[in-house]
């Protein structure tokens, strides 16, 4: 059964950084593509980053050049490093890890950690 628990949210004045992280479980770290989610009080949630299985990383342009996603495989952990902290980041982000089994696709998130951005 795969898992990921994201830890890293918090307060934090505009212009700060903060650093997410994500602890997969083996069985799901090495599979498909790692991906930041995030989702603001009324709104959809939407990409913030994602690194396929083959190592390519796509950015949301509203991000592209403060946040930075990685990955230990040492410690089964996705991160993202989010600097220049902005308060339109405010959100709950969630990770998201997904693969394909043949034609089905599976996929699997955190429970979310709250990130406000705020004076």
């Known amino acids: 059964q795969g898992q990921l628990v994201e830890s890293g949210g918090g307060l934090v004045q505009p212009g700060g950084s903060l650093r997410l992280s994500c602890a997969a479980s083996a069985s799901i770290f090495s599979l498909g593509s790692k991906a930041w989610y995030r989702q603001a009080p009324g709104k959809q949630r939407e990409l913030v980053a994602i690194?396929?299985?083959?190592?390519?990383?796509t950015y949301a342009d509203s991000v592209k050049g403060r946040f930075t996603i990685s990955r230990d495989n040492a410690k089964n952990t996705v991160y993202l490093q989010m600097n220049s902290l902005k308060p339109e980041d405010t959100a709950v982000y969630y990770c998201n890890s997904g693969y394909y089994s043949g034609s089905r696709y599976i996929d699997y998130w955190g429970q979310g950690t709250q990130v406000t951005v705020s004076s």
């Open positions: 690194m396929q299985s083959g190592g390519s990383i």
